[in-house]
């Protein structure tokens, strides 16, 4: 989605476009269609237009604009084609005013009809331009930057993360937000604000962590807040202790495969938090239902979440997609513990549910990105220690979760077996990178592939779902996860000859019955991949393609390792296609909109 970024340096001589610039492309991974940026030194400067990051500079030269202090945007369309008029900064009508937004206006059309009764005249097909027009007008009416936003924010209806500059009242970024993100950076040079992190790790340590409703005014002697009653409040700082280089490639050819390389220290990292989930889980005291909610990939890690407790701890589970939240969870209780899944911790949709979880029931975060507004709002929360995930396929973030996951099931369940298998995960995620080979030779022989299944039963038909989502994201391969049982009851009828068909099978009670799975796919002409264990003989009479797994692997633990090979499968079937992994078409890093 739209990413947002502004700074205002303390410096009068230096011109703030170079560090606009390379703080805006710091959220190229958000998945964007456009960019601007607008600066101001006497007048306000714009430059923006559709088209990637590089382009679009080559084009307008974009560190090259005077002024020292500025905001910039990387669109996400959501309202209007990408083009140079619909993109960010938009501006009122006399171009004394300049802004950029992250979310959707959702009575825009309402205010546009208002503001052109009084005569305004509109140039884009944006929702955003309604917001400088009301800036505008409130200015007009005596008001200052701050308070014209303020008397702004009370009109608009939907989300956003907002920062305006004015030539009216120059040297100043007014900011303020709702149910989108916005993180402020105190740095020594200058104060910054961003939709996330990486944007500004470079220029700032300490950060602030603006609510709903606050506004924030940025100048050159500090950052000031207000909250919603305009009192000046003081906001706690905390440090982020991600560093920037964690946010480079480092060397590898795209985020996704330096962060697939990433995942046994990742899962390490996360193993750390076992005495917090005990804290958490000496405190939740009685549980009697646990309900997940998720999107996308961290519903894949939920749906292992329901496995684990039901058949460790015997707690009766529901995963829910956060979408579907309002329609399905009819039934939360007291003691009901809703556990939401999320890397980014901003997903709209599941914002939307803790909200409504938060009046009834328990809620736990399980959340990679500090700060965000899911570790704000939910009544717990669980780190995870992935570090920061530029890509836009989850990878690192998504075993992060298991393992989080594995430990809040092995706490409630006092399985220790199962917390000393654990510390083996990471060794066994090392063994499978150390044989990328066989895999990239292995995803040669199928870039022809218009369709591929995988199959999976018990603990790994999630490690199937997950395996095809990954797939489709990002090599547009159509790709489907079934649970290895289901498929004789409809899709059979699609597998034909030559058709690529991946089992997921580790060592274990649904070993033999995945085995008849595959049979049964085999006599119909499906070509095999399978993902199973170094000692499997049988598996390996039986298909065209093997990747061997460490035996040792048990098939509760599966999960955290399968994925892995079937990770580099799709990165490598979509390098072989020419595209680019790391920012899959139409899709975004951050889903800010429901
Ligand atoms: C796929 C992917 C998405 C996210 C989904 C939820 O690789 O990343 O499916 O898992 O958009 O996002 P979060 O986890 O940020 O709530």
Known sequence: MCGIVGCILKDNDEDVAPILFDCISKLEY??????????YDGNIHVKKD??????????????????????????????????KLNSHPQLDEENTIAVVHNGII?????????????????????????????????????????????????????????????????????????????I????????????????ILKYAKDIIYPEKGEIIILDKSGVVVHDEFDNPINKEVDTINWTPEM????????????????????????????????????????????????CGTSYHASLTGKYLLE???????????????????????EDTLVIFISQSGETADSLKALDVANQTSKTLGIVNVAGSSITRRA???????????????????????LTAIYMFSALMAENEELLDELDKVPDFIDEVLMDVESIKSMSKRYNYAKDFFYLGRGYVYPTALEGALKLKEISYIHGEGYAAGELKHGPLALIDEGIPVVIVIPPGESHKKTMSNLEEVKSRGAHILAFGADNDYELKNKSEDVFCINSEVSEIISPLVYIVPLQLLSYYVTIGKGFDPDKPRNLAKCVTVE
């Open 184 to 199: 402020i950076g105190l740095g020594e040079d200058g104060y910054y604000l961003a939709s996330d992190s990486p944007a």
């Open 247 to 294: 946010a480079e490639k480092e060397g590898y050819d795209h985020f996704m495969i330096k962060e697939i390389n990433e995942q046994a220290t990742a899962v390490r990292n996360t193993l750390t938090q076992r005495d917090n989930i005990q804290k958490i889980i000496d405190d939740l005291d009685d549980v009697s239902r646990v309900c997940f909610v998720a």
């Open 379 to 401: 009544q717990y929360v669980i780190q995870t220690q992935a570090g920061p995930e530029i890509g836009v396929a989850a990878t690192k973030t998504y075993v992060s979760q």
């Open 106 to 182: 959702e009575n825009n059309t309402k205010i546009k009809a208002d503001l052109i009764a009084e005569g305004h005249t509109f140039k884009s097909d944006t929702d955003t331009e309604v917001i400088p027009h009301l800036i505008q007008k409130f200015m007009d009416e005596g008001f200052d930057l701050e308070h014209a936003v303020r008397k702004t924010i009370e009109i608009l209806e939907g989300a956003y993360a907002i920062a305006a500059i004015s030539s009216r009242e120059p040297d100043k970024i007014v900011a303020t937000r709702k149910d989108s993100p916005l």
């Open 50 to 83: 559709k088209g990637k990051i590089d382009e679009v500079n080559q084009k307008l030269d974009l560190p090259n604009m005077p002024g020292d202090f500025g905001i910039a945007h990387v669109r996400w369309a959501t309202h209007g084609d990408p083009s």
């Open 30 to 39: 958000r998945g964007y269609d456009s960019i601007g940026l607008a600066t």
């Open 311 to 333: 058949s460790l701890a015997g707690i009766p589970t529901d995963v829910i997609l956060a979408s579907e939240f309002k329609y399905s969870a009819k039934t939360l209780k």
